[in-house]
């Protein structure tokens, strides 16, 4: 049985509302694309047209595929996750539509996620991992809830304003570098978690105290879900920026880098870390906060 290197994110959800009909997609005159999407509870939620059918689909930039629900006929290959693995078949694209911007020849994965579904409580067509973008520019606006596509250079006034942060891709996964403690560490930055994850075993090293009586919700696209422990971070720096009062859930990360060549020490929710404006230039490595 193959096994392929996929990660597809876990996410925290407490309540969830259902999600409206996007409006229109709009394209400016230098050629960007822009789309409304909606975002719930830290997930950015984006309307595609699949092969001739609209749905929503979660962007999720801690995956390097493309997962499409259905159930599969014969399964020929297993998605592993943090509670186990998850069978699904390959399956074909022939044209994805997000807006006006169009690719065809696309390979996916069909993967049942209707238990899942109904735990979020969000009719989700499927996930869409950040690689589908490459190698686009991709600016996320939280403050308008628009998220655009552009093959152009950023404009200088973004960059000199924001903070940069180089990232490396590693099996089409972000991973930024974390400074904690004095020690640099590689996490993957994520859109479809909704807190900061830490490794088990660096519980000590990173967290700075419980927080007590909280525990979060943890659901996975393997159906499963448990309660975790709140703990709060310890200050970490991103670039230029130090970020502190931070909270994340200890899960174990053996199952992620068994399938990366670059281990990681954790994953960082990109919803926490910036609230306005996130750019991620696939082109130069950049990201923007």
């Not at 689909?57 to 020929?76: N, R």
């Not at 909704?194 to 105290?209: G, R």
């Not at 994340?248 to 870390?273: A, R």
Request: glycine fraction near 6%; include cysteine.
């Amino acid at each position: 049985m193959e096994r392929t290197n996929i990660i597809t994110s876990w996410v925290l959800i407490t309540f969830l509302a259902l999600i409206l009909a996007l409006p229109t997609q709009m394209q400016a005159a230098n050629g960007d694309i822009s789309v409304p999407f909606h975002f719930i509870n830290g997930l950015i939620i984006i309307e595609a047209e699949v092969d001739g059918t609209t749905g929503k689909y979660l962007l999720d930039t801690g995956a390097d595929a493309i997962l499409i629900d259905g159930q599969p006929k014969k399964s020929d290959q297993i998605l592993v996750t943090p509670e186990g693995e998850v069978q699904m078949a390959a399956h074909q694209i022939n044209q994805i539509k997000i807006g006006s911007f169009i690719q065809h020849g696309i390979s996916a994965h069909l993967i049942c996620l209707s238990d899942l579904k109904k735990q979020l409580g969000i009719d989700l067509d499927g996930i869409i991992g950040g690689s589908y973008f490459m190698p686009n520019t991709l600016i996320m606006d939280f403050e308008q809830s628009i998220m655009t596509i552009s093959k152009n250079s950023l404009d200088p006034q973004i960059i000199n304003e924001s903070s940069a942060i180089p990232f490396k891709v590693e099996n089409q996964i972000l991973l930024v570098e974390l400074e904690i403690k004095g020690k640099s560490h590689h996490f993957a930055m994520d859109s479809g978690a909704t807190v900061h994850f830490i490794d088990t075993d660096k519980e000590s090293e990173f967290t700075s105290s419980t927080i007590n009586e909280s525990f979060s919700q943890v659901i996975t696209v393997n159906q499963k879900s448990k309660a975790l422990q709140r703990y709060t971070l310890s200050k970490f720096s991103l670039g230029s920026s130090s970020f502190s009062g931070h909270h994340c859930l200890l899960q174990n990360l053996d199952h992620i880098n068994k399938e990366l060549d670059l281990p990681i020490t954790g994953i960082l929710s990109l919803s926490q870390l910036a609230h306005d404006k996130v750019i991620v230039d696939f082109k130069n490595n950049m990201l923007y906060l």
